[in-house]
């Protein structure tokens, strides 16, 4: 009897589930018809909100046009750089002179590398369409010349200074010592007049950078120079030259047409300034003998575009309008690359550890013949071979009578070491940052200073891993007036705040364990390009590359759904708060997951205010769970709908002065929102 009574109450509860199950389905179909109805002139709307992007990318455009005229008009004896006949008159100009006082060759120093920042902008700002391959060849070459006779005229000056050294004797010991420094860069001087062994170590008391000798130099007429530039124009050009990978407006039909193959991957949209390492490029010998990397710019709807985001080989495979021929030979180089990469672990692999607070050139030199006083005259015989390298160590030597050099080097402020770094030499035969040579590091934690020998005088970086802020643990966006905004990530090891208002952002704040740092680059008004290169410069990177994911573990999402959730997150930031939701995890790739609350006024969001959002790029929900609930589920909020927009999304519950606030909001506020999630692209590393 009861097995009779549980068989007919199990049948029920399986058809009382079916009848659930029908009305649900039923329902879902009715949602997807209604949206489907109402789509086009969704579409159509958002599309009308959408012309800000082009009117922002417009200003821009006209921006660009108006301070090149500026510049013309000023006359300010400056040149303008994109003019070959203006920066090659520039610099034959400067070669010539032949004041080498060291005061004023950093003075002119400093110009020359404004001149290689607006290069460098320019090619990371300028759109393809309005930058020629020729242009883009002629800005890095531009670039390289200027850091080379930067560098020459350093060291000239040098020369210039170790001709006199004999007039800057120290009492104590007899030697020469002089530090001399801009906020650009430190030159640390040494000679050593009296050759004896007890003075064969050295400290610049006011840099504490600092030096020890092995005996046969301590005895020799040699100089040695610690010279640190806090900027980097040692590794090859495409390590600053890499745009942010981000993804242009597409034009109106391409918005509308809601078809994936409208959007590429986001990494692969700006291929513009970047070189490709592993790419043959046409090379040129400089004047010092580096190598030249000239881009080698591809055309963005070219196959290696599509097969360039690393996610390997299925990827490849879902391409089918390539041939096969053409396949193989790009997996073929893939793997071939992996290979090359493993070989030599002394090579610095420059997508993952990044140089960090600028470049020590460390030199042992030949002391020049020193100016005699004699009388009234003063007399230097002058030797035409300009600044020589003293050999170090001996050609002859064994490897038993070539005593290291050690070095202390104490670390920059203005930048921030999370983890020890790596210490690296330049190895200018093979174009690369190398680890061997360097032994017996310590590093100082408390005092900021790392100590280390190296078996020859090598120009020395110290590298940080650009992952170790990612990824992110949380990040927040939030309206705090018209037209101004607020965006933090939780990173690892800092938490940054930027303030974002009209077409400029400002870093805040950035703190560490509570503790405020960094203070020399906050509190600026500049804008997303540049925003990102001071925290780079600063050892605090929150910006992915193109190949980040290879070092990291992320959340991959469809591009898709990523690059049109930051669109439509921008479109309404003026009026609605974002953050970080931990079920984007969990609502797999098609899918993006974040937090939303209609916000009006300038303080924090409550937590009650928050709701959760779904979105794949043309369909969004509004989520039943909330932040706290046991698991993941699509089940969508009692009463909401499907919308094909995240904007008609909102919309629905939404006030109308919020609305209003999104239809007046600034097209270059816009613009610089979507600039800055396109730069740190929370939906994917966090």
């Given at each position: ?5 549980a ?9 009382a589930?079916?009848?659930k ?5 039923e329902q879902?179909?009715k949602?997807?018809a209604?949206?489907q109805?109402?789509?086009e002139?969704?579409?159509a709307?958002l599309?009308?909100?959408?012309q ?9 455009t006209?921006y660009r046009?108006?301070a090149?005229?500026?510049h013309?008009l000023?006359c300010?004896?400056?040149?303008d750089p ?14 010539e002179?032949?004041n080498?006082?060291i005061?004023?060759v950093?003075e002119?120093?400093?110009?020359v590398?404004n ?7 320019l090619?990371?700002d ?9 242009e883009?060849v002629?800005?890095?070459e ?6 080379n006779?930067?560098h020459q ?6 020369e210039?200074?170790?001709k ?5 004797e120290d009492?104590?010991t007899?030697n ?19 050759k ?5 170590n ?6 504490q950078h600092?030096f020890?000798?092995?005996?046969s130099?301590?005895?020799s007429?040699v ?5 640190h530039?806090?900027?980097d ?9 890499q745009s942010?990978p981000k993804l ?13 193959g409208?959007?590429e991957?986001?990494?692969e949209?700006?291929?513009?300034a970047r ?8 090379e040129?010998?400089?004047s010092?003998?580096r190598?030249?990397?000239?881009s080698v710019?591809?055309?963005s709807?070219?196959?290696a575009?599509?097969?360039e985001t690393?996610e390997e080989?299925e ?12 396949q193989?030979?790009l997996?073929?180089?893939e793997t071939?690359?992996?290979?090359e ?8 692999d420059?997508?993952?550890f ?6 020590y050139?460390?030199?042992?030199l030949?002391l020049?013949p020193q ?5 009234d005259?003063?007399?230097?015989e002058v030797l035409?071979v300009?600044?020589?390298?003293y050999?170090y160590p001996?050609?002859e ?7 290291p050099?050690?070095?202390?080097l104490?670390l920059s402020?203005n ?8 210490i690296?030499r330049w ?9 061997d ?21 090598y120009?020395?970086?110290l590298?940080?891993d650009?992952?170790?802020?990612m990824?992110y ?6 309206p705090t007036?018209?037209?101004e ?13 930027i303030?974002?208002k ?11 364990e509570?503790?405020d740092?960094?203070s020399?680059?906050t509190g600026?008004?500049?804008s997303p390009l ?9 050892g ?12 990291i573990s992320?959340n991959?999402?469809?591009?898709l759904?990523?690059?049109?959730a930051?669109?439509q997150m921008?479109?309404v930031a003026s ?12 609502a797999?790739?098609e899918q993006?997951?974040f937090?939303v609350?209609?916000?009006?006024k300038?303080?924090?969001?409550r937590g ?10 043309q369909?969004?929900q509004k989520l039943?769970?909330t932040?706290?609930?046991?698991a ?5 909020e009692?009463g909401s709908?499907?919308?094909s927009?995240?904007y008609?999304?909102l919309?629905?519950?939404a006030s109308k002065?919020?609305?209003d606030?999104?239809?007046t909001a600034s097209?270059l506020?816009?613009d610089v929102?979507?600039?800055l999630?396109?730069a740190?692209?929370?939906?994917t590393?966090?």
């Amino acid at each position: 009897q009861s097995s009779e009574e549980a068989r007919l109450q199990a049948q029920q509860e399986e058809a009382a589930r079916l009848e659930k199950e029908r009305i649900e389905q039923e329902q879902m179909e009715k949602l997807e018809a209604k949206d489907q109805e109402r789509r086009e002139s969704e579409l159509a709307e958002l599309h009308s909100l959408e012309q800000k992007f082009l009117a922002a990318q417009q200003w821009k455009t006209d921006y660009r046009a108006h301070a090149k005229w500026e510049h013309y008009l000023s006359c300010d004896g400056s040149p303008d750089p994109t003019v070959l006949q203006e920066i090659n008159a520039f610099m034959s100009l400067w070669r010539e002179d032949q004041n080498e006082d060291i005061q004023l060759v950093m003075e002119k120093g400093e110009q020359v590398l404004n001149l290689i920042q607006k290069l460098q902008f320019l090619l990371l700002d300028t759109p393809p369409n309005e930058i020629t391959e020729k242009e883009t060849v002629q800005y890095q070459e531009s670039i390289l010349e200027l850091q080379n006779l930067l560098h020459q005229k350093y060291n000239g000056a040098t020369e210039h200074m170790l001709k006199a050294a004999n007039m800057h004797e120290d009492s104590d010991t007899g030697n020469m010592q002089a530090v001399i420094k801009d906020k650009n860069v430190t030159f640390c001087i040494w000679a050593n007049l009296k050759k004896k062994v007890r003075f064969k170590n050295h400290m610049f008391c006011d840099t504490q950078h600092g030096f020890d000798l092995p005996k046969s130099l301590a005895v020799s007429s040699v100089a040695v120079r610690i010279l640190h530039t806090h900027y980097d124009h040692v590794s090859p050009l495409w390590l600053h030259c890499q745009s942010v990978p981000k993804l242009e407006v597409l034009d109106s039909k391409e918005l509308t047409q809601h078809s994936k193959g409208s959007v590429e991957e986001p990494e692969e949209e700006e291929k513009k300034a970047r070189e490709e390492p592993d790419m043959p490029a046409e090379e040129e010998t400089c004047s010092d003998g580096r190598k030249s990397a000239i881009s080698v710019k591809e055309n963005s709807n070219s196959i290696a575009d599509i097969n360039e985001t690393g996610e390997e080989t299925e990827k490849k495979s879902e391409i089918l309008d390539i041939p096969s021929q053409v396949q193989d030979p790009l997996m073929q180089e893939e793997t071939n690359e992996k290979e090359e990469a493993i070989t030599d672990e002394n090579i610095v692999d420059l997508q993952q550890f990044v140089p960090v607070g600028g470049v020590y050139h460390i030199d042992v030199l030949q002391l020049p013949p020193q100016v005699k006083q004699i009388k009234d005259w003063r007399m230097v015989e002058v030797l035409d071979v300009g600044l020589e390298a003293y050999p170090y160590p001996p050609e002859e030597a064994e490897d038993a009578t070539r005593p290291p050099v050690r070095i202390t080097l104490r670390l920059s402020d203005n930048v921030m070491y999370f983890e020890d770094p790596v210490i690296a030499r330049w190895d200018p035969a093979g174009q690369q940052w190398r680890t061997d040579g360097i032994s017996n590091i310590t590093y100082e934690t408390q005092e900021g200073s790392i100590t280390f020998e190296m078996g020859a005088f090598y120009t020395i970086a110290l590298l940080q891993d650009a992952h170790l802020n990612m990824p992110y643990q949380a990040w927040e966006l939030r309206p705090t007036g018209m037209d101004e905004a607020l965006l933090t990530v939780t990173a690892v090891f800092a938490t940054i705040q930027i303030q974002i208002k009209g077409n400029r952002c400002m870093l805040s704040s950035v703190a560490v364990e509570e503790k405020d740092v960094l203070s020399h680059v906050t509190g600026k008004w500049i804008s997303p390009l540049d925003l990102r290169a001071v925290l780079k410069k600063a050892g605090v990177n929150i910006f992915p590359g193109e190949y980040s994911h290879k070092y990291i573990s992320v959340n991959k999402k469809a591009p898709l759904a990523e690059v049109r959730a930051y669109q439509q997150m921008a479109l309404v930031a003026s009026a609605f708060a974002f953050a970080w939701s931990k079920w984007n995890l969990e609502a797999g790739q098609e899918q993006v997951v974040f937090k939303v609350s209609e916000h009006l006024k300038a303080d924090s969001v409550r937590g009650k205010d928050w709701s959760l959002y779904m979105f794949n790029g043309q369909k969004a929900q509004k989520l039943k769970i909330t932040e706290t609930s046991e698991a993941f589920s699509e089940e969508l909020e009692e009463g909401s709908e499907f919308h094909s927009t995240l904007y008609h999304m909102l919309k629905d519950f939404a006030s109308k002065e919020a609305i209003d606030k999104v239809e007046t909001a600034s097209f270059l506020f816009i613009d610089v929102v979507y600039q800055l999630l396109l730069a740190t692209r929370v939906l994917t590393y966090s």
